[in-house]
């Protein structure tokens, strides 16, 4: 049974940064794509980064310079650094994993990835 399990959410002063991971169990990514996703409340869930197998990575136009997406292999996890956090990405966040080896844009749509985490709550005072 796959399971993702995040963890490193909480709550942080506007600027201020954290680190989530996202600890893969049950299968191994190491060939295909993992991703990050949020949802603030009353808004849809959008996407916010994605690495692929070769550590090729892709990010929302919101995130781009302040989060960084990495993964490490050998303990089948990915992480989320964020750095100068803003109100507005106070949002649950989810991890996502997908079979496949995700190119372009397709690795930005939430129908591309095969499991989902049960989400972390990442809350940025102003």
């Known amino acids: 049974q796959v399971q993702l399990v995040e963890s490193g959410g909480g709550l942080v002063q506007a600027g201020g940064s954290l680190r989530l991971s996202c600890a893969a169990s049950g299968r191994t990514f190491s060939s295909s794509a993992m991703g990050w996703f949020r949802q603030a409340p009353g808004k849809e869930q959008e996407f916010v980064a994605s690495?692929?197998?070769?550590?090729?990575?892709y990010y929302a136009d919101s995130v781009k310079g302040r989060f960084t997406i990495s993964r490490d292999n050998a303990e089948n996890t990915v992480y989320l650094q964020m750095n100068s956090l803003k109100p507005e990405d106070t949002a649950v966040y989810y991890c996502?994993?997908?079979?496949?080896?995700?190119?372009?844009?397709?690795?930005?749509?939430?129908?591309?990835?095969?499991?989902w985490g049960q989400g972390t709550q990442v809350t940025v005072s102003s």
């Open positions: 996502a994993a997908s079979i496949r080896a995700l190119r372009g844009t397709s690795r930005s749509n939430a129908y591309a990835y095969d499991y």
């Open positions: 690495i692929n197998w070769i550590d090729s990575t």
